[in-house]
């Protein structure tokens, strides 16, 4: 067997799901708890009003619904969700109330290292924030947010390249964040907050965080059923 086999089998899940062990969160929102379905099977914090909702779904029948008035759900972890200088796709089903929004955010020690919004132009934002020297990275799409619409993002380091995908479509990227980490004041103790942010009004579904693996290089077509358990 080649090293490259051995390697892609590695990271296999027993239902035979490519990349299924770099998977460090996958969300269905469909049990009440909104808990993680990857391996580790992580329980989020839930802040203020966010619950699971039936009244709209991509997949499943259920979404997490968040009011913009403080709700949150968060994830903290010292490793499993730092990326370093690493490769990693983290890619949701949005479905936003206003513009103007922030939908997910990644924060080490209290500084932002990762996000994605959009603004009041309905333009979507994906921004990385590296070390070595420090430099922010950020990705505007041309296309614009259709507010009460599904919509499929995805955000992927590709080795020194950031991309920004809108229903499968490469709408932004840059190439120069070489072999930087993500960050300057991670020291392996710091707080490590992955979350849906506290000002989003709208519903998520089927949220995926793989890390170690960029997905997607190029356009794809964007997934027609809720993301498998392995």
Aim: negative net charge.
């Amino acid at each position: 067997m080649s090293a490259i086999h051995n390697i892609l089998a590695s990271n296999v899940g027993n239902g035979g799901h490519p990349y299924w062990n770099s998977v460090v969160l996958l969300m269905h929102m469909d049990n009440v708890g909104l808990t993680d379905s990857s391996q580790y099977a992580i329980t989020p914090t839930l802040t203020g009003n966010v619950t699971r909702s039936s009244t709209q779904s991509k997949f499943g029948g259920y979404s997490a619904y968040f009011d913009g008035t403080g709700d949150k759900l968060s994830f903290t972890d010292n490793a499993r969700y730092y990326p370093g200088n690493g490769d990693f796709t983290i890619e949701m089903w949005v479905r936003s109330g206003k513009l103007d929004n922030f939908f997910f955010d990644l924060t080490y020690n209290g500084m932002s290292g990762f996000y994605i919004k959009h603004q009041y132009d309905g333009t979507i934002w994906a921004e990385i924030r590296v070390s070595g020297p420090t430099a922010d990275y950020p990705l505007i799409s041309s296309t614009v947010f259709a507010i009460n619409t599904w919509m499929h993002i995805a955000a992927v380091r590709s080795g020194g390249s950031f991309l920004l995908f809108v229903n499968g479509v490469l709408e932004d990227s840059e190439t120069g964040l070489g072999t930087r980490s993500m960050v300057d004041n991670y020291t392996g103790k710091a707080p490590v907050v992955l979350s849906v942010h506290s000002n989003f009004l709208g519903y998520i579904d089927e949220l995926r965080y793989t890390k170690g693996t960029a997905r997607y290089t190029s356009n794809f077509t964007i997934p027609t059923a809720a993301f498998p358990n392995c």
